[in-house]
């Protein structure tokens, strides 16, 4: 019992280091968004829920209806962020959807 109550210790350290490691990673990439002066407060938004979730896929619609902003304005957040070369779009069906790059984290870096 001895051994398996260190077993359980050292997991419940390692899991301690593994969460504040990634609680680290998570407030530096807030940081980077936040210190995007090219960014509005709607495509910080988007760019940080990209960073909690790499596989999210992003509409204009979607956008439009989370902010309550005409689809104009919803469509140059994209697209701007797809400028500054953080999100790529592709057509699903009618309608172009949006997803962060692969290395997202790495170009808000790169850009700091």
């Given at each position: 019992?001895?051994?398996q109550?260190?077993?359980l210790?050292r ?7 593994y ?19 090219d ?5 910080r ?11 999210a896929w992003?509409?204009?619609q ?9 689809y ?21 069906g ?16 790169a850009?700091?």
């Amino acid at each position: 019992m001895l051994h398996q109550l260190h077993v359980l210790e050292r997991a419940i350290a390692g899991l301690g280091e593994y969460l504040a490691r990634k609680m680290e990673e998570q407030q530096h990439a807030e940081r980077l968004v936040r210190d995007r002066p090219d960014l509005n407060h709607r495509q910080r938004v988007l760019v940080s829920d990209a960073l909690r979730n790499p596989d999210a896929w992003f509409t204009i619609q979607a956008q439009q209806r989370r902010h309550r902003v005409a689809y104009a304005t919803a469509r140059a957040d994209l697209l701007g962020l797809e400028e500054a070369g953080l999100f790529a779009h592709q057509l699903a069906g009618k309608q172009f959807v949006f997803r962060p790059t692969g290395d997202l984290a790495a170009r808000l870096a790169a850009a700091d």
